[in-house]
């Protein structure tokens, strides 16, 4: 299954690499499984700070592997074989402490798009363009699609994207929030690298207070989101890594994290 996923970790970062280029890493079971399997690997990994997803070739993931269910007898038992790891992984990947960025290339479709919804930031090239497409092939969202698209763009928003399942270019995405950044096609790989390397040297607990504040705010009133905050804030000031802030703020010297 390794095969099928590129994984590599470099000064506390994880790039995970979808790897079916031939067929613009279109989900099927195996590759599935292999995602899941790295993204734990990843998220569990206390030498990992950021975790990167992309895709391996001119796309980064254009959707479900729609030969995996022509071919199926069952296709609605087919469906949970395929959904059920990916489903797994965008629960890690939530979860994780780690920020998660996605680098999005060309094609983003179907569940592609749908992980990029998912993940914390998303940073693209200028030949990207999302399509959730699911309505193109009488099926409904996954992968988190139909939870997270209401609330990065709101509900009316969601509704067209969702149920009108058209071509979404890059500059447009970006200017609804669906992407943090567009860069130029053949510099996406180095901007995502200083993307990730810049919260790599950010204060690792506090980088997953703030995700962790964030993600469960939607499930809050003002008054537990205010006490959360307040928890949050007290038990970050406790930490060396505050203490550490604080020393090289007033010595006018960049902090170094250790995430303690």
């Known amino acids: ?32 499984r292999a995602f899941c399997e790295r993204v734990a690997l990843a998220a569990n990994d206390p030498s990992v700070r950021v975790i990167v997803m992309s895709g391996e070739g001119r ?39 780690q920020p998660v960025i996605a680098s999005v290339q060309g094609v983003a479709a179907g569940a592609g798009a749908s ?5 914390d930031l998303a940073i693209a090239a200028e030949d990207a363009g999302l399509n959730l497409a699911y309505v193109n092939v009488a099926a409904t969202p996954d992968c988190s699609a139909s939870w997270s698209l209401p609330r990065l763009v709101g ?24 992407f943090n950044r567009v860069v130029p096609t053949g510099a996406l790989e180095d901007e995502t690298r200083k993307l990730a390397q810049r919260l790599s040297r950010a204060a690792p607990l506090a ?26 804030f007290a038990s970050g000031a406790a930490t060396e890594d505050f203490h550490e802030a604080l020393e090289a703020f007033f010595a006018r010297r960049p902090p170094h994290f250790s995430g303690r």
Do not use: W
Request: charged fraction near 25%.
């Open 115 to 119: 992980l990029i919804f998912a993940a």
């Open 59 to 97: 796309s980064f993931c254009a959707g479900g592997d729609l030969a995996y269910f022509r071919g199926a007898q069952d296709r609605g038992q087919a469906a949970h074989r395929l959904i059920e790891p990916i489903h797994r992984a965008v629960m890690i990947l939530a979860s994780a402490r």
């Open 155 to 178: 509900l009316r928003k969601a509704m067209e994207i969702a149920l009108l399942g058209e071509r979404i270019e890059a500059s447009e995405a970006l200017r609804l929030g669906l």
């Open 207 to 232: 980088l997953q207070g703030i995700k962790r504040l964030m993600r469960e705010s939607l499930n809050r009133t003002l008054q537990e989101q205010l006490a959360a905050e307040q928890l949050s």
């Open 1 to 32: 299954m390794s095969e099928l996923v590129h994984t590599d970790v470099e000064e506390g970062v994880a790039h995970i690499r979808l790897n079916r280029p031939e067929v613009l890493n279109v989900l099927d079971v195996e590759l599935a």
